[in-house]
């Protein structure tokens, strides 16, 4: 079975994202694998282990982009490719999905193609969906549990209403969410395998398609309106006095 696993790298989730001349900035915050996608590169190390097959990582980024694939060889995964060209920036998540069908094509003979439910930072959680239409693929998202069954699959999708149980026929994309259950640590020998693995770069050249154009375009970013924090400390002479001090200055303030 052939899988694919598409990760992104994203700034660390402590990082102080700001918006500087009109750029988004994370300063000396490290780029690490988006964390969700460590969701999907467990669940496709889990359909591999069950059906066999190999497991390949890939993701668009710039050069620095490979260490979020190493991530994924050190978890297990048995290769990966790195799709990069100067003329992809400032896509949307359209175009990301164009090259990443464009990438899945190209590898050809692909059964699974697993994604994190969305990316820390653009957080639009869409390119699972857009890319399964570009592919003309069923697109099975938020899935906390995949069984495959020859050509077909079941899928249990964590919704706001509860548990929605859908089946489909192969190929999938799948987008997985924190139910699917803890992703697997990278072992020692992961890591080193991964410190030693070539990583090819495609261009747009290779995927034989032209860059795509943004459909939106990020006309202003600005950061978020900072907010007056002031911080009342309530006092009183015993623990019930101050709970009713506390409640009258809720009740004043009319949060409840
Ligand atoms: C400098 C900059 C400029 C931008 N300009 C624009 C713009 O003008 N208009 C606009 O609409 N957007 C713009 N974006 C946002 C960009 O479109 C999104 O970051 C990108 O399309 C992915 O969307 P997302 O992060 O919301 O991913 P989501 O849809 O939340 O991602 C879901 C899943 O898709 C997969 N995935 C996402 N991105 C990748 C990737 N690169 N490689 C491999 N897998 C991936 C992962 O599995 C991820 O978990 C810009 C981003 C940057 C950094």
Not at 51 to 68: F, L, P, Q
Not at 239 to 252: G, S, T, Y
Request: proline share 5%; hydrophobic share 45%.
């Amino acid at each position: 079975m052939k899988i694919v696993v598409c990760v992104k790298q994203v700034p660390d989730s402590a990082a102080k994202v700001v918006v500087e001349n009109g750029k988004v900035t994370w300063g000396d915050a490290p780029l690490v694998i988006n964390p969700w996608d460590e969701y999907a590169v467990e669940a496709a190390l889990q359909q591999k282990e069950a059906h066999g097959g190999t497991v390949t990582a890939i993701t668009m980024g710039g050069e620095s982009a490979k260490d979020a694939l190493k991530h994924a060889l050190a978890m297990g995964a048995d290769d990966a490719i790195l799709i990069s060209d100067p003329a992809l920036s400032n896509l949307d998540t359209q175009a990301t999905a164009q090259v990443l069908s464009a990438a899945i094509q190209k590898i050809g003979g692909v059964e699974l193609a697993f994604f994190g439910r969305q990316a820390i930072d653009g957080d639009a959680g869409l390119v699972p969906a857009q890319t399964a239409r570009l592919l003309d693929w069923p697109a099975l998202t938020l899935a906390s549990t995949i069984k495959v069954e020859g050509d077909s699959v079941r899928v249990e999708r964590a919704i706001e209403e509860g548990r929605q149980v859908v089946t489909a026929k192969l190929p999938a994309v799948f987008s997985l969410v924190k139910d699917f259950g803890e992703p697997r640590y990278p072992s020692f020998m992961g890591i080193r395998k991964a410190s030693r693995a070539v990583i090819p770069a495609w261009s747009l050249a290779e995927l034989s398609i032209s860059a795509p154009a943004a459909v939106i375009a990020w006309t202003e970013i600005t950061n978020p309106p900072s907010r007056e924090v002031k911080c009342d400390i309530v006092t009183g002479g015993s623990p019930e006095e101050i709970a009713e001090a506390l409640a009258d200055k809720i009740l004043a303030e009319k949060v409840l």
